[in-house]
């Protein structure tokens, strides 16, 4: 079995691959002092929760805190038998290798969203990702990354309006009934609500426009379907995708490795 584990600033997601399907996908909060020890004790209490007696024996990773992939590969080396696959890293292949600026370090969750997203859906992609940022990710017509934008995650922009205006109290996302807030708290939602349909809507269209070609607009991260609820910003959602691009980076480096 496959063990496919991605880390984000906020969350980290463990999902178990049987070759076919998701058996299990569990999350926990990304904390860079967790041991693989912690890890493990976690992730095997809810394995048994669920009723999982499954043997895992290939690891893949991607991560977008540095800090925490030592304790990663310790896991996957003291419990599971195997040296990982890390995205980004020179011994793990890719796909379709970015065409980006020489220099540029490319995040492992774009190249993995990138892969994702090519093998569902060919070529000419935007995949517009809601994590702790909102990146746009373009894929060419062979699948390669050839670059994108980041901007702040919605939470994020929540978070620093709170912080830095002391009247502004924290408030959830949500779509509001109107535009016009009657409450500081509805005119904190309306703004970010509508204020990131603008910003999705915005960078899209003139990423089409510079593309010069059709493409299609790909939503995923937890807030995806949230914003397309009323405005039709994006052409699929999907909520695996980044799993799902693990798979097909393992898959490649077992059939070329």
């Known amino acids: 079995m496959l063990l496919c584990i991605d880390t984000g600033n906020t969350n980290t997601v463990f999902s178990v691959w049987d070759g076919g399907k998701f058996l299990t996908t ?16 976690w992730f ?21 805190v540095p800090r925490v ?23 793990c292949l890719l796909p379709h290798p970015p065409r980006v600026d020489r220099s540029a ?24 990702d809601f994590g702790t940022a909102t990146t746009f990710d373009v894929v060419s017509n062979d699948g390669a990354y050839i670059g994108g934008v980041i901007a702040p995650g919605v939470n994020l922009s929540l978070e620093a309006l709170h912080l830095a ?25 309306s703004g970010v609500f509508w204020g990131y349909v603008g910003l999705v809507r915005g960078i899209c269209d003139r990423i089409l426009g510079e593309r010069d070609r ?19 910003l994006f052409d699929i959602i999907e909520d695996d995708l980044t799993m799902h691009g693990l798979t097909v980076i393992h898959r490649y480096n077992k059939e070329n490795g």
Not at 56 to 61: A, H, K, N, Q
Not at 217 to 227: E, K, S, W, Y
Request: aromatic content about 6%.
């Open 165 to 189: 205006a002391a009247a502004l109290p924290h408030v959830d996302i949500t779509k509001p009934q109107q535009v016009v807030g009657t409450n500081t708290v509805a005119c904190m939602q």
């Open 44 to 64: 095997s209490t809810l394995m048994e929760h669920h009723g999982l007696a499954v043997e895992i024996d290939e690891v893949i990773i991607s991560s977008t």
């Open 214 to 232: 059709p493409m299609k607009i790909i939503g995923t991260g937890g807030l995806a379907p949230l914003f397309s609820q009323g405005d039709v």
């Open 105 to 128: 370090q490319v995040g492992p969750d774009r190249l993995v969203n990138t892969a994702g997203a090519f093998d569902r859906h060919g070529g000419d992609l935007v995949v517009v």
């Open 69 to 91: 992939v030592f304790n990663l590969r310790v896991l996957a080396d003291r419990y599971f038998g195997c040296r990982p696959l890390v995205v980004g890293k020179p011994d």
């Open 26 to 41: 569990l999350r926990t909060a990304t904390e860079h002092q967790r041991t693989a020890d912690q890890y493990f004790v």
